[in-house]
C-alpha cells in the first residue's frame, strides 16, 4: 500500500477518498493543489470507474457500443479540455483515455493505492474514521471523503413480478455485446425500462440480423429527446440558467414535440407527463427503430409463468430472454451505520449541497447527483467548495441554516419531477453551480468577518492536548 499524497509541511486534516472514478480523480486533484493530504483507494487495477470497460472491479456499466450521451461541450473538465478532434459524442474508450490523460497530466497516479477496496468505514465516538481495506490494514483518518459512484449496483423490480421466468435473464449492468454474455442472436428478446440503457440496448438487438424479436416493456410513456436538435448537439440548445423556469419548460415542449412530434406515432405509449418532469431519455436511433417496425411496444409487467410473460394491458408473449434496464441502488457497502447509507427508495442522507450532513462536518460526499446535462465533471465543480471548507478558509452555516438550505435546494431541484427512486438526486447542472458559487462566496464572507471553520476531529484533539 502506498503513502498517498502527503505535503512536506502539513498541519491540516488527513483525507481518505474511496474511489478514482472521475469524482475521486477530480477530489484529489484539488486536495493536491491545496496541500491537503489524502489516502485515495481504487477497488480496480486503474482509474475511470464506470468508464472503465470490462473493470475488473465489476462495478463498469459499460457496454461495448455505449457512446455517453452529453456532448463533449458540456462533459469536459474546467481545467483540462477535451481534444479538438473528438467527435460531438465520444465513445467510452475515448473518454477513460481521457480520464487516464487527465490522471497523469496532474501527476495523481502515484497517489492512488490500487487494487485496495475500502471493506469497512466506520466513524468513532471521538469523530475519527475507522477504515480497513481489503488488505486487511486499518487507518485512521479526519475526513471521510466517499467518491464511489451510483451506477454500479443494479436495482432489480422490488417486489419481484410473480412466476418465475424459465429463459435466460440479465441486468443492463451485465450486458456487453449482443453475444456476451448473452448470445442474442435469433432470440426472442425483452428489454424492461425506458431509461438511455434501455434505448440503446433496445436499439442495437432489435437490428434484425440480430434479435428474432425486440420488445420493450415501460409502465409509462417517454419522451425521447434527440441527440441532435437543428443540427447541433442537443445540450448545446440549452438555455442559460437564468431563464425563468416557465420559459425554459415551455420551450423544451415545443421544441421536443416539433422534433420528434407525437410518440404514439411510433407505435409508442403516449407520455402521461411533461418532457421536464422526468429525467431525460436521450436517443438518436431508438425512434427509428421502433418507428421501422423493429422494437414492439408492450406496457409494464404483471407476471411471468416459464418463457410466457402476461402484462398489465391483458397481452402476452413468449421470450427467451430478459434484459433488465431497471436502474442502480445508491449503496455504500463500506458502512456499518446506517445513517450514512441510502434508505431502500434510493434516498439518500440529507445531504447540504449535497455534500454534507448537517452535523457530522468530516465525511463528504462527492458526485451523488443524477445531473443534467453532465455528470462526469460534476464532482469537479463540487471540489471548488471542498479545499477552503477542509482548509478553514471557509465558515459553514449553522446546522439549522443547513437543513433550511436543504428543504429549499430539494424543493428546487425536486419539485418538476414525478415521484420516483430514479428521480432522488436530479438536479440541474448550471443551476447547481450557480447556488454553490453563492455559498462559497458567502462562506467564505463569512469566515473574513471572524465566523470559525468547520471543526474536525484532529482539531479538537490538537485543543484538547493544548489544554
Not at 496532474?106 to 469523530?127: K, M, P, Q, Y
Not at 460526499?365 to 479545499?387: C, D, H, I, K
Amino acid at each position: 500500500m502506498n503513502n498517498g499524497f502527503r505535503p512536506a509541511h502539513n498541519n491540516g486534516p488527513l483525507c481518505c477518498v474511496i474511489g478514482a472514478g472521475p469524482s475521486g480523480l477530480t477530489t484529489i486533484k484539488r486536495l493536491k493543489e491545496g496541500d491537503i493530504a489524502y489516502d485515495c483507494f481504487e477497488a480496480s487495477d486503474n482509474i475511470g470507474g464506470n468508464w472503465y470497460y470490462r473493470n475488473p472491479n465489476g462495478m463498469s456499466a459499460c457496454y461495448q457500443s455505449l457512446h455517453i450521451d452529453t456532448s463533449k461541450f458540456r462533459m469536459g473538465m474546467q481545467e483540462y479540455p477535451v481534444p479538438d478532434n473528438w467527435p460531438d459524442y465520444p465513445h467510452h474508450s475515448e473518454i477513460f483515455d481521457y480520464l487516464n490523460d487527465y490522471t497523469d497530466h496532474f501527476g495523481l497516479r502515484d497517489t492512488i493505492t490500487f487494487n485496495t477496496r475500502v471493506e469497512r468505514a466506520h466513524r468513532e465516538e471521538n469523530g475519527f474514521w475507522s477504515v480497513t481495506t481489503s488488505g486487511g490494514e486499518t487507518r485512521r483518518y479526519d475526513v471521510l471523503i466517499v467518491a464511489n459512484g451510483h451506477h454500479w449496483d443494479p436495482r432489480w423490480p422490488e417486489p419481484a413480478y410473480p412466476g418465475d421466468f424459465a429463459g435466460e435473464q440479465i441486468h443492463a449492468h451485465s450486458y456487453n455485446t449482443p453475444f456476451d454474455p448473452i448470445d442474442m442472436r435469433d432470440k426472442r428478446v425483452l428489454v424492461v425500462g425506458s431509461g438511455n440503457s434501455a434505448m440503446d440496448i433496445a436499439s442495437e438487438l432489435s437490428m434484425r440480423f440480430m434479435a428474432s424479436t425486440l420488445h420493450i416493456s415501460m409502465r409509462r410513456g417517454v419522451w425521447v429527446f434527440p441527440k441532435y436538435i437543428n443540427g447541433k448537439p442537443g445540450d448545446k440548445n440549452m438555455l442559460p440558467a437564468w431563464v425563468p423556469r416557465k420559459i425554459q419548460h415551455w420551450l423544451m415542449s415545443r421544441v421536443v414535440k416539433q422534433q420528434i412530434g407525437n410518440p404514439r406515432d411510433y407505435g409508442l405509449p403516449q407520455p402521461t407527463y411533461q418532457p421536464w418532469e422526468a429525467h431525460g431519455t436521450v436517443s438518436g436511433e431508438f425512434l427509428q427503430r421502433a418507428g421501422s417496425g423493429d422494437i414492439k411496444a408492450r406496457p409494464g409487467i404483471e407476471r411471468v409463468d416459464g418463457h410466457t410473460v402476461h402484462f398489465t394491458d391483458g397481452s402476452s408473449s413468449d421470450f427467451d430472454v430478459i434484459v433488465w434496464c431497471t436502474g442502480y441502488k445508491i449503496s455504500f457497502p463500506f458502512f456499518d451505520q446506517p445513517q450514512f447509507t441510502a434508505s431502500k427508495d434510493n434516498q439518500p442522507p440529507r445531504l447540504f449541497k449535497r455534500m454534507l450532513i448537517p452535523g457530522v462536518p468530516n465525511l463528504i460526499y462527492m458526485g451523488l447527483a443524477q445531473s443534467l446535462p453532465t455528470l462526469v465533471n460534476f464532482a469537479e465543480q463540487q471540489s471548488r467548495w471542498v479545499v477552503p471548507y477542509l482548509n478553514g478558509d471557509y465558515a459553514p452555516p449553522s446546522e439549522a441554516e443547513m437543513e433550511e438550505m436543504i428543504a429549499a435546494d430539494e424543493s428546487f431541484y425536486l419539485r418538476d419531477y414525478y415521484p420516483s427512486p430514479r428521480h432522488t438526486i436530479q438536479l440541474h447542472f448550471d443551476h447547481y453551480v450557480g447556488r454553490l458559487d453563492k455559498e462559497i462566496e458567502a462562506g467564505l464572507k463569512r469566515r473574513r468577518n471572524g465566523q470559525p471553520p468547520a471543526t474536525l476531529p484532529g482539531d479538537a484533539a490538537q485543543k484538547a492536548d493544548a489544554a
